[in-house]
T-cell receptor, first 115, second 112 residues
Framework: GAVVSQHPSRVICKSGTSVKIECRSL??????MFWYRQFPKQSLMLMAT?????????EQGVEKDKFLINHASLTLSTLTVTSAHPEDSSFYIC???????????FGPGTRLTVL | AQSVTQPDIHITVSEGASLELRCNYS??????LFWYVQSPGQGLQLLLK????DTLVQGIKGFEAEFKRSQSSFNLRKPSVHWSDAAEYFC??????????WGAGTKLIIKP
């Protein structure tokens, strides 16, 4: 149980295009999901907390107009990187908070490369 | 301030030798603590977690960790490492907002 999927696992796009990443909780409902960014050889950096039916809460320094988060259902949150540029290239990981609130369950991550 | 410290950026261990990865935390209450492993280019895998109760926690792949409140530590151990254990290891604690506070990670290198 408690499986989280991400799609796509890898995406390459041209500079200026927008990319959408999906995060799904497959066997449980998640009112809260989290989006992280990970730079090479670094730890995870929390970008935003996504709550179903409400606006996401962004961490300081994260551009909300750049990284659009939508949590339209209890099993799906999406991250859209708008007008992507090479500096947005990174590994993006989502997680979903379990029903008991004790643990986050992680997706496998999405590798974004912007050319 | 809430924080997680992994003092060792990288550790090199011979295959078959024992392993201990250090994790210290700063938190005002009893924390929920986690250890994750990440292989290159891969996602995170939960090794073990501590919520309450027995302070020695058993995890997957032969790992264990001990919660020591007096030392604010949650060190990860394995009696005998395998080459497949080479990876990045992250310690984390969950705060009252259900957010994870991460350590910087420790890269484990296995010598043949």
């Amino acid at each position: 149980g408690a499986v989280v999927s991400q799609h796509p696992s890898r995406v390459i796009c041209k500079s200026g295009t927008s990319v959408k990443i999906e995060c799904r909780s497959l066997d449980f409902q998640a009112t809260t999901m989290f989006w992280y960014r990970q730079f090479p050889k670094q730890s995870l950096m929390l970008m935003a907390t996504s709550n179903e039916g409400s606006k996401a809460t962004y961490e300081q320094g994260v551009e909300k107009d750049k990284f659009l988060i939508n949590h339209a259902s209890l099993t799906l949150s999406t991250l859209t990187v708008t007008s992507a540029h090479p500096e947005d290239s990174s590994f993006y990981i989502c997680s979903a908070l379990g029903l008991a609130g004790h643990e986050q369950f992680f997706g496998p991550g999405t590798r974004l490369t912007v050319l | 301030a809430q924080s997680v410290t992994q003092p060792d950026i990288h550790i090199t261990v011979s295959e078959g030798a024992s392993l201990e990865l250090r994790c210290n935390y700063s938190y005002g209450a009893t924390p929920y603590l986690f250890w994750y492993v990440q292989s290159p280019g891969q996602g995170l895998q939960l090794l073990l977690k501590y919520f309450s109760g027995d302070t020695l926690v058993q995890g997957i792949k032969g790992f264990e960790a001990e919660f020591k409140r007096s030392q604010s530590s949650f060190n990860l151990r394995k009696p005998s490492v395998h080459w497949s254990d080479a990876a990045e290891y992250f310690c984390a604690l969950m705060d009252s907002n259900y957010q994870l506070i991460w350590g910087a990670g420790t890269k484990l290198i296995i010598k043949p």
